[in-house]
């Protein structure tokens, strides 16, 4: 019953939809992380990539080039609406208690939801696979798309290179100061304002990567701003909010169990997912990789 | 900070029941539509402010409790044929019993956490109500859900001419009023005083003596209960049970009502589920984009109004009665 190649394309697909996730809730996380602000807009940035994405391709025409453009774009796109949203609005809400933030963001969900449906309308819209990856590699009789294989080899990059600038560089280092106590930050003279602004556009950067890289595998369409979001949020909590190798390994958790729990529980896997958060929240309530929070 | 006493003595939450029972005789199917909605989503927000302005919880997953209430109560009457008082019953109950479940995981994290765990725990309880076909009916959820027997309201001199939702309204009314008399009667307790304490100031609370998280806790089932008896109502309301009553957006959709009208105030939700409702039914009417209409009055509220239409008419107030004594 247990048929290798099967188990081989499950954990594929799994590795496929953690690392899609972790590019998505690794924003999140680091958001989080540093402005201390749950972040519901998130999946409609997510959003916005992947229209952004379609955008771009449509408008560079049917080439070898065009997918490599649109990624790239959508993302610096998504990072300039994070930009603006976290300069105009954000910012002037960290004083007051998270429920105004929660409400603001959520409000941002509202309209990004509906302004693109104004714009791109309803119907699916889809991305083919870029020129180079339009192929597979045949493994055990299943064929592997190399799409996915490039974004199994992505994500980790991605990780590594968030990881070496979070550890290696100055800023990286400003963000870590600011994570870990942001009044102290700013007493000794750093500009947190600044520091904000840029983490809020890296966050969305991230989101906006995740969504345009989305689009070859997933089609386009209203309403998969709010699906992401809440698989975002327990790939967080299961890893441990502002944890940044908890994201990771949140996200690889949460892919294998939602591509083997259907062998358990057919039709139920989402389930098993939400069992997994249940059970780590149970035995460290923290998350994974999380420190204890202060009460 | 006084208010003007004869304001103070008139029992204005009686005369709005009692101008409320008046709908029906309007003789408008559609007005006693839009009361029937209004009651019952009032109800629901005045148990979330339970835990947002009184204990300073905010929850992100209400509507679980809304929809645990719902299903409970429906699968009950339409499946196996129970009546409605004992429907209503066990669906409090059970909103009541998850609420303390899942409560007593959140409760052990603290703000933003608790929030997250909410909306996770919500997500759970809608992902059983979208996959479950057998007994929830899954993504399709449970249409027909029968109407109470309120044949007997019939025999009655003044009701007999009424329709039978004008009837299930009236039993509605009933019974929002009875748990919102409840409610009152909590918030204006000791452990209501104690909750609000633990919003102040959860440390000291902490110090003086007081089980913060067990109060915590006890508020989040009240608040759960007090939703299942909405959701009951609700699910007979709608005649069908959906599986979005317990999605966040919904949840989402609580909060809004109750920060539109003052979470400062026990009546705050209720206005402000009334003038969410009524927004709703015109703006409809205009547009089909309501999300984005509803996203920009929700940012002019954080912005403008954080403390609600209650909050407003209090400030404003205050600042002619200042203006008048100068």
Same mark, same amino acid.
């Given at each position: 019953?247990?048929?290798?190649?099967?188990?081989?394309?499950?954990?594929?697909?799994?590795?496929?939809?953690?690392?899609?996730?972790?590019?998505?809730?690794?924003?999140?996380?680091?958001?989080?992380?540093?402005?201390?602000?749950?972040?519901?807009?998130?999946?409609?940035?997510?959003?916005?990539?992947?229209?952004?994405?379609?955008?771009?391709?449509?408008?560079?025409?049917?080439?070898?080039?065009?997918?490599?453009?649109?990624?790239?774009?959508?993302?610096?796109?998504?990072?300039?609406?994070?930009?603006?949203?976290?300069?105009?609005?954000?910012?002037?809400?960290?004083?007051?208690?998270?429920?105004?933030?929660?409400?603001?963001?959520?409000?941002?969900?509202?309209?990004?939801? &509906?302004?693109?449906?104004?714009?791109?309308?309803?119907?699916?819209?889809?991305?083919?696979?870029?020129?180079?990856?339009?192929?597979?590699?045949?493994?055990?009789?299943?064929?592997?798309?190399?799409?996915?294989?490039?974004?199994?080899?992505?994500?980790?990059?991605?990780?590594?290179?968030?990881? @070496?600038?979070?550890?290696?560089?100055?800023?990286?280092?400003?963000?870590?100061?600011?994570?870990?106590?942001?009044?102290?930050?700013?007493?000794?003279?750093?500009?947190?304002? #600044?520091?904000?602004? @840029?983490?809020?556009?890296?966050?969305?950067?991230?989101?906006?990567?995740?969504?345009?890289?989305?689009?070859?595998?997933?089609?386009?369409?209203?309403?998969?701003?709010? &699906?992401?979001?809440?698989?975002?949020?327990?790939?967080?909590?299961?890893?441990?909010?502002?944890?940044?190798?908890?994201?990771?390994?949140?996200?690889?958790?949460?892919?294998?169990?939602?591509?083997?729990?259907?062998?358990?529980?057919?039709?139920?896997?989402?389930?098993?997912?939400?069992?997994?958060?249940?059970?780590?929240?149970?035995?460290?309530?923290?998350?994974?990789?999380?420190?204890?929070?202060?009460? | 900070?006084?208010? &003007?006493?004869?304001?103070?003595?008139?029992?204005?939450?009686? !005369?709005?029941?009692?101008?409320?029972?008046?709908?029906?005789?309007?003789?408008?199917?559609?007005?006693?539509?839009?009361?029937? &909605?209004?009651?019952?989503?009032?109800?629901?927000?005045?148990?979330?402010?339970?835990?947002?302005?009184?204990?300073?919880?905010?929850?992100?997953?209400?509507?679980?409790?809304?929809?645990?209430?719902?299903?409970?109560?429906?699968?009950?009457?339409?499946?196996?044929?129970?009546?409605?008082?004992?429907?209503?019953?066990?669906?409090?109950?059970?909103?009541?019993?998850?609420?303390?479940?899942?409560?007593?995981? /959140?409760?052990?994290?603290?703000?933003?956490?608790?929030?997250? !765990?909410?909306?996770?725990?919500?997500?759970?309880?809608?992902?059983? /109500?979208? #996959?479950?076909?057998?007994?929830?009916?899954?993504?399709?959820? @449970?249409?027909?859900?029968?109407?109470?027997?309120?044949?007997?309201?019939?025999?009655?001199?003044?009701?007999?001419?009424?329709?039978?939702?004008?009837?299930?309204?009236?039993?509605?009314?009933?019974?929002?009023?009875?748990?919102?008399?409840?409610?009152?009667?909590?918030?204006?307790?000791?452990?209501?005083?104690?909750?609000?304490?633990?919003?102040?100031?959860?440390?000291?609370?902490?110090?003086?003596?007081?089980?913060?998280?067990?109060?915590?806790?006890?508020?989040?089932?009240?608040?759960?209960?007090?939703?299942?008896?909405?959701?009951?109502?609700?699910?007979?309301?709608?005649?069908?049970?959906?599986?979005?009553?317990?999605?966040?957006? #919904?949840?989402?959709?609580?909060?809004?009502?109750?920060?539109?009208?003052?979470?400062?105030?026990?009546?705050?939700?209720?206005?402000?589920?009334?003038?969410?409702?009524?927004?709703?039914?015109?703006?409809?009417?205009?547009?089909?984009?309501?999300?984005?209409?509803?996203?920009?009055?929700?940012?002019?509220?954080?912005?403008?109004?954080?403390?609600?239409?209650?909050?407003?008419?209090?400030?404003? @107030?205050?600042?002619?009665?200042?203006?008048?004594?100068?």
């Amino acid at each position: 019953m247990l048929d290798p190649a099967f188990l081989l394309a499950q954990c594929i697909s799994g590795l496929t939809a953690a690392m899609f996730l972790f590019i998505v809730a690794s924003g999140l996380s680091l958001i989080f992380g540093v402005l201390r602000v749950l972040n519901f807009a998130h999946g409609s940035f997510y959003m916005i990539g992947a229209y952004m994405a379609w955008q771009i391709t449509h408008w560079a025409g049917a080439n070898s080039v065009s997918f490599w453009i649109a990624v790239p774009g959508a993302a610096l796109a998504v990072a300039l609406l994070g930009g603006i949203v976290e300069r105009l609005c954000l910012r002037h809400l960290y004083g007051r208690a998270e429920l105004y933030q929660l409400l603001f963001t959520y409000a941002l969900v509202l309209i990004l939801g &509906d302004v693109a449906r104004i714009v791109w309308g309803t119907q699916q819209l889809t991305v083919p696979r870029p020129a180079g990856l339009a192929g597979g590699l045949e493994v055990l009789g299943i064929v592997v798309p190399h799409y996915n294989l490039f974004i199994i080899a992505l994500g980790p990059a991605i990780a590594l290179a968030c990881w @070496l600038l979070l550890s290696r560089t100055g800023t990286g280092r400003m963000v870590r100061a600011a994570a870990y106590d942001r009044e102290m930050l700013a007493a000794l003279g750093a500009d947190v304002g #600044k520091l904000y602004t @840029l983490m809020f556009m890296a966050g969305s950067f991230l989101a906006g990567l995740g969504g345009a890289l989305v689009t070859p595998v997933r089609s386009i369409v209203p309403g998969m701003d709010v &699906d992401i979001i809440v698989e975002a949020f327990i790939v967080v909590v299961i890893g441990g909010l502002g944890s940044f190798w908890g994201t990771f390994l949140g996200a690889i958790i949460f892919g294998q169990v939602l591509a083997f729990g259907i062998l358990i529980l057919p039709g139920f896997s989402i389930f098993a997912v939400f069992v997994l958060m249940a059970f780590v929240l149970v035995v460290r309530p923290a998350g994974l990789l999380g420190r204890a929070v202060k009460r | 900070m006084k208010a &003007d006493p004869l304001a103070r003595r008139i029992p204005w939450a009686v !005369l709005v029941f009692l101008a409320a029972a008046c709908v029906p005789w309007l003789g408008s199917r559609f007005y006693t539509f839009l009361a029937t &909605d209004i009651a019952i989503l009032a109800l629901l927000a005045a148990s979330l402010n339970l835990l947002l302005g009184y204990t300073g919880l905010v929850s992100f997953g209400h509507a679980a409790y809304f929809g645990i209430g719902a299903y409970t109560c429906a699968i009950l009457m339409k499946s196996y044929g129970v009546s409605f008082a004992l429907g209503l019953a066990t669906a409090t109950v059970a909103a009541g019993a998850c609420a303390l479940l899942f409560g007593a995981f /959140c409760v052990r994290s603290s703000q933003i956490y608790f929030s997250m !765990l909410t909306l996770a725990f919500a997500q759970i309880v809608w992902a059983i /109500c979208f #996959k479950w076909n057998s007994v929830t009916g899954g993504e399709q959820g @449970l249409s027909n859900v029968p109407y109470p027997n309120l044949g007997w309201m019939s025999s009655l001199p003044v009701l007999g001419g009424l329709r039978a939702g004008d009837h299930y309204y009236l039993l509605v009314l009933i019974l929002v009023g009875l748990a919102f008399a409840v409610l009152k009667r909590i918030v204006e307790s000791p452990f209501g005083s104690t909750l609000t304490a633990i919003r102040e100031n959860p440390e000291r609370a902490e110090f003086v003596g007081i089980n913060v998280r067990r109060y915590q806790l006890a508020a989040f089932v009240v608040a759960g209960a007090f939703a299942g008896w909405a959701g009951a109502l609700f699910g007979i309301f709608n005649r069908g049970v959906f599986p979005d009553f317990a999605h966040w957006s #919904k949840s989402a959709e609580v909060l809004i009502m109750a920060i539109m009208g003052g979470i400062g105030h026990f009546w705050g939700p209720a206005v402000g589920a009334a003038i969410l409702i009524l927004l709703n039914q015109q703006i409809n009417a205009y547009t089909q984009y309501w999300p984005l209409i509803l996203g920009l009055i929700l940012i002019i509220l954080v912005f403008v109004f954080p403390s609600g239409v209650f909050g407003a008419v209090h400030s404003g @107030l205050q600042r002619l009665r200042r203006h008048r004594h100068a």
